[in-house]
């Protein structure tokens, strides 16, 4: 299992945006299609955007489409989650998952390596 470290969680008021990063530990991230989740408090952890290995191929949730972006450098051996436009119900948990193969993928049980979580707290 391969670790993985999320930055760049906060608190912003709504409207406002922030930019999630996703960093191995130890290997490239090149090999691998990456998932971003995110688990409310009291609620299910649930698919939020996935960007293929290439980054050409990504899907959002609805709840998101028009507001989050992830892309991706590999060259830099990193993933992103650009969140703008926030709303109160952004506010979560907010995770990065990765699935070796090319695919983006929707479903948590295809995912082996996570991280460990950053806080998104959206509230005025």
């Known amino acids: 299992q391969l670790q993985l470290v999320e930055s760049g969680g906060g608190l912003v008021q709504p409207g406002e945006a922030l930019r999630l990063s996703c960093a191995p530990s130890?290997?490239?991230?090149?090999?691998?299609?990456i998932g971003w989740f995110r688990q409310a408090p009291g609620k299910e952890r649930e698919a939020v955007s996935c960007?293929?290995?290439?980054?050409?191929?990504?899907n959002y949730a609805e709840s998101v489409k028009g507001r989050f972006t992830s892309d991706r450098d590999n060259a830099k051996n990193a993933v992103y989650l650009q969140m703008n436009s926030l709303k109160t119900e952004d506010t979560a948990v907010y995770y990065c998952?990765?699935?070796?193969?090319?695919?983006?993928?929707?479903?948590?049980?295809?995912?082996?390596?996570w991280g460990h979580g950053t806080q998104v707290t959206v509230s005025s």
């Open positions: 130890g290997f490239t991230l090149d090999a691998y299609a």
């Open positions: 998952a990765a699935t070796e193969g090319s695919d983006c993928l929707w479903d948590m049980d295809d995912y082996d390596s």
């Open positions: 960007v293929n290995k290439s980054g050409f191929n990504t």
